[in-house]
């Protein structure tokens, strides 16, 4: 495929999403459905597809129009590039540019939040909630997402890992973030069929992600209940460690693929029920990765920032505080209890703990640590507490 047909198929694409269609089922038939595509052009298609998600205002009012080709027009010029030599109409291309698409302002035209990309309605929790740092952490989302790897440090150094990867043909280095982090600065998509994935030598997982867990300070053959365990990856990070990790989740098929994680990885985590997690314990650690916005990797999951509406926050926040106090007796005496959020929103952190303590009095807050964009990895906050 040529380039100008590559912005046509993502102009495709981009349509089906905006209709209201989830773009990753939209990508799945797209490709399906076009068999002449290979995976260089199935990729280029798909980084176009989540840039133009990533920074829908801001391309939408460079191009003119909220729609597919619109989006496509303010990605090229967003990028300094003339849309003209693209949007020619011949061959797969484009149509040619119409008189009123030539005729478009530039971004310094477009309001502060259009800018950056930011939903209005959520424009003011995040500058409460961000303060200076507000500008800076919005435009970083409207960037692609580094590629982080966690070493296994159960089988192998991060030096080693390195090493491996490298026969492989990708290139990594460690991150400041954690002491088990890499990132991948070429060869991404790689990584899945390398020997030191498959050998269960290092495991996707971003950086603050990682960071996250080093905060818990779990020491070895503590029991620890990942109360709200997704895919597991945090439960992974744990085992690694040394910690007996049981895995729960209300939704029991986010968990299908730990199996197969943990038995590459060699890790121990056992999958439990509701009822199981609450028989098994009481437990060292709590932990509770808590269902939320997900604001901290908007960059890495884009459309997650215009699906969110404010109902659906308070429903995310009235959960987070069930979540709490349905563990809260779960925890051993003298162990603490932990909670996290991939967001940036004071509203699912802070306030969060602290309308917890001020359900839960005998509880105290023994430290907190937040993380942005701005430190490499996604947004996220944690907290330990204690009674």
Known sequence: MTPAARVAAAIEVLDAWLGGAPVEKVLTTWGRTHRF???????????????????????????????????????????GLDPASVFTGEGHAPEA??????????????????RLD?????????????????????????QRA?????????????????????????LARPHDLSPTALEVMDGARKVQNSAAYQAG???????????????????????????CAGGGGKSLALAAAGALVTAHDVDPGRMRDLPARADRA????????????????PYDLVFVDAPCSGSGAWRRSPEGKWAL???????LVAVQADILDAVASLVAPGGELAYATCSLLHREN??????????????????????????????????????
Not at 126 to 138: I, Y
Not at 375 to 381: A, L, M, N, S, T
Request: net charge negative; aromatic share 6%; charged share 25%.
């Open 350 to 387: 802070r306030d969060q703990i602290d309308g917890f303590l001020g359900r839960w009095p005998d509880w105290r807050l023994v430290g907190e640590r937040r993380f942005t964009p701005l430190d490499g990895g996604d947004g996220f906050y944690v907290a330990r507490l204690t009674r």
């Open 266 to 281: 060699g890790a121990a985590v056992a999958r439990v029920s509701t009822g199981e997690a609450t028989a098994g314990g």
């Open 97 to 114: 540019l119409a008189q009123d698409e030539t005729q478009i302002g530039g971004i310094a035209n477009l309001p502060e939040a259009a």
């Open 118 to 142: 930011c939903p209005d309605w959520l424009a003011d929790a995040l500058r409460q909630s961000l303060g200076a740092e507000f500008a800076p952490v919005m435009a970083a989302l409207r």
């Open 309 to 315: 509406t404010p109902d659906r926050l308070d429903g």
């Open 201 to 227: 030598l290092v495991e996707l997982q971003d950086a603050a992600s990682q960071a996250v867990v080093d905060f818990l300070e779990v020491p070895s053959g503590a029991r620890v209940l990942d109360y």
């Open 37 to 79: 595509a290979g995976s260089k052009d199935r990729a280029a298609i798909r980084d176009h597809v989540f840039d133009a998600i990533r920074c829908r205002r801001s391309f939408a009012g460079l191009g003119g129009a909220e729609t597919g080709r619109g989006l496509m027009l303010g990605a090229l010029r967003a990028a």
């Open 146 to 170: 580094p590629v982080f790897l966690r070493v296994n440090v159960a089988r192998t150094t991060r030096e080693s890992a390195i090493e491996a990867l490298s026969a492989d043909g990708i």
